[in-house]
């Protein structure tokens, strides 16, 4: 009984060994396939091993184009077979005459898919290059829109604006998931509209429209201010092709200009017709805190009364 209790631990042992094998892989894992002639690539494959593994039926192993599981199986012209030596096992796919086979290489991704039981309990999926590593993709960028980003938002005298942010990007959009975005006061108060956040992608796919709608389907208002406004679509909302926003895209706008004190009106002859508060009601000259004056000329100015 004892042994046999020694045995059933040295078994455990063994496995537990063999789920925290290491292994590196030649040629090394996103790298361009090495070419023996022209454009042809060997198939040939080594696991370097922290220890001795066993080896399982190899003829299951395939090599992929374009995706793992979907893409076009490039095969050998007879079958996938494995040497070991040492600590090393080589996969390598047969010709007719047992020499190591070659196959074209293009312009795209290869995938080595040696399934679970073979040389590990997991599957191992390893990615090549045919012919050049892919450049670093530009991140997804807001490179304008209407309002401009980091810009005051335009509103009526009474500071009503209209819930609508059209964003220009760096690069083509398929979708637009608004759901989830948010629209933020300085101090974190969710501006929200009254029925949901929707969004209208333009007909180049450069930019879409960000829009508040209130319950009739119309563009929601809302009053503006002081201080940033920040507007956030979270990761994961945008798509453009086969990827999406891996960072949230944050633009900041402004409820007013940034003031000190009294702002210094300069109408160029014009002359004062009324004030207004913040909410868009008439007050008198004396009138403290925020005001909007309006001039004679049609052109409006905000400015503090302390």
Known sequence: MKKFLLSLVAIAAMGL???AQTYSVEPA??????????????????????????????????????DPVTGTEITPDDDWYANTSGNSVTI???????FTCFFACE?????????????????????YYGMNAPAPADPLEVVGGDPLPNSVLPQSDSRIVSMAFILEFNKMLTSVDASNVTLCEEDGTVVAPSNEWMS???????S??????????????????????TLTIPAGAI?????????????????SAPTTGIDNIDAKGATEVARYNINGQRVAAGHTGIVIVKMSDGSSMKMIVR
């Open 17 to 19: 060994a063999a789920m």
């Open 29 to 66: 894992a996103n790298t361009v396939l090495p070419k023996s002639y022209s454009n042809y690539a060997i198939m040939s494959f080594t696991f370097n091993f922290d220890q001795a593994v066993t080896v399982g039926d190899v003829t299951s192993v395939k090599l992929m184009k374009d």
């Open 92 to 98: 390598w796919g047969a010709d007719y005459d047992g």
């Open 107 to 127: 312009d795209a991704n290869y995938y080595l898919v040696v399934p679970a039981g073979v040389l590990t309990e997991d599957e191992i999926v390893v990615e």
């Open 200 to 206: 209208t992608i333009s007909s180049d796919k450069m």
């Open 208 to 229: 879409v429209n960000i829009w508040g709608s209130d319950y009739d389907g119309f563009t929601d208002y809302f009053i503006a201010k002081d201080g940033t406004y």
């Open 239 to 255: 798509e453009t092709g086969r990827a999406t926003n891996e960072e949230p895209i944050v633009v900041t706008y402004y409820g």
